[in-house]
């Protein structure tokens, strides 16, 4: 009640501009009090339980138990030593660091011209039929290997027939003509010598003759035409490849060079990779060009060109390079390439998009290293190896990137140990444990 009373007080004398004095007042008067053994509630002796306060000495007055040191947390415990759990004094930050390792190794790497191509038919061809009529049967199946030649389709022949014919009788009746007109002209010959007919009948009968020569080369050429569009009912391949989608079934009437076509068929044995390179490559491009005819002499061995999957990862294809074209596209600062594949086993598909790596040079006996091993400062790249179980850092000088693999030029040896796991507790000179060492792949 006491307690009430006094914040009450000290509430409404705050408000009167007093009441810091006798709030101050109030709160020493009761640590007075018990300094001096008395209590303000009932004037009992201080650490009485009637005062409210704990006995003296004993437990509930916050006291030490009986056996425990002052300031303790618990019976026979003193304050803890120091030093951490890596023994007595020790710092688990300055013990050694667990790290993976791999060696440096030499080996042979391809200077490489990496960028994308597309893989495009040696020849593409629409089969259109040249006559129109009831296509009668087909004679391929989608999909098909075919060659070059093969019958592929039928066109009903019946019209062509009657053509042909028409124009053999033609001739016929032409032959005829001129073998009697030959016999006139003869008889008029022997007349002539003999003064009998004048000169004009004889030149008269002569012209005949010709005249029907030259119908019977215009007749001949009538039969050819009718023979050559008959042909034309017979669907021929014009080149080995492979069969698409047919566009027509058998049964319908087709007409001559439709736009549609029959099916088209694509010769991809060999196959072209069509790609670009930028503008700053060509020089070291047609050096590369240049240097390996100068050591190949009179064999025409040309640059070797890989074709990748979309994924970068396997290898589909091994061709060579063919041809440069013959300008730079001022639209995109690139020159288009060609390379040649022998795709014997279809690796690659007309129009298939491929990752293509232009070899132009070979670093022999380069001193390699994995290229997530690299890091990367201020200062350059550099790399953590293992020295006498310890960390050391060597700067270097890097060269050409070859399939995940660093060239390196200056800083390293074959046979270091290169720190690929634990990096981020190193330091020079940082004691190290192996736990894992291996060769490159």
Do not use: C
């Amino acid at each position: 009640m006491q307690l009430k009373t006094w914040v009450s007080g000290a509430v409404l004398l705050a408000a009167a501009g007093i009441g810091g004095y006798f709030w101050q007042q109030q709160a020493e008067a009761p640590a007075t009090a018990v300094q001096n053994g008395t209590s303000q509630g009932a004037g009992q002796p201080a650490g009485s339980p009637q005062a409210g306060g704990p006995q003296a000495g004993g437990p509930q007055a916050g006291g030490p138990k009986a056996g425990q040191r002052p300031g303790g947390g618990g019976e026979g415990r003193g304050p803890r030593r120091p030093g951490g759990p890596g023994g007595a004094g020790g710092n688990p930050w300055n013990a050694a660091v667990p790290v993976r390792v791999i060696e440096a190794q030499t080996t042979d790497l391809k200077v490489q011209f990496k960028t994308i191509g597309t893989a495009t038919a040696l020849n593409t061809v629409l089969v259109q039929p040249r006559v129109g009529g009831p296509l009668l049967q087909l004679h391929f199946t989608e999909g098909q290997k075919v060659e070059a030649g093969q019958l592929l389709a039928e066109i009903d022949p019946a019209p062509y027939q009657v053509k042909l014919a028409q124009a053999e009788g033609q001739l016929q009746q032409n032959v005829a003509q001129l073998k009697n007109a030959e016999l006139d002209l003869a008889l008029y010959e022997t007349l002539k010598s003999q003064n009998s007919i004048s000169r004009q009948q004889y030149n008269t009968q002569q012209a005949l003759v010709n005249q029907l020569k030259g119908s019977m080369k215009s007749n001949q050429a009538q039969i050819d035409a009718a023979k050559l569009e008959l042909s034309y009912t017979r669907i021929l391949a014009p080149i080995s490849g492979k069969t698409g989608l047919r566009k027509v079934d058998a049964g319908n009437l087709v007409q001559a060079n439709s736009a549609e076509g029959l099916v088209s068929i694509t010769q991809s044995a060999p196959i072209f990779v069509v790609f670009s390179i930028p503008e700053s490559q060509l020089q070291s491009l047609r050096l590369a060009v240049r240097d390996l005819q100068m050591q190949q002499q009179n064999q025409q061995k040309k640059l070797v060109v890989e074709a990748w999957d979309r994924s970068d990862k396997q290898l589909l294809a091994t061709g060579e390079l063919t041809t440069l074209d013959n300008q730079i596209d001022p639209a995109t600062g690139t020159l288009k390439l060609k390379a040649q594949f022998a795709n014997s086993d279809d690796s690659l598909f007309p129009n298939q998009f491929v990752n293509v790596r232009l070899n132009i040079a070979e670093q022999a006996g380069a001193v390699t290293i994995p290229q997530d091993a690299v890091q990367y400062g201020a200062d350059g790249t550099y790399i953590y190896v293992v020295e006498n179980n310890k960390a050391q850092l060597k700067m270097l000088e890097l060269g050409v990137v070859d399939n995940g693999q660093v060239e390196v030029r200056k800083g390293l040896a074959a046979g270091d140990q290169i720190v690929m796991e634990g990096l981020d507790r190193l330091r020079p000179g940082r004691d190290v444990t192996v736990v894992q060492s291996s060769k490159q792949d």
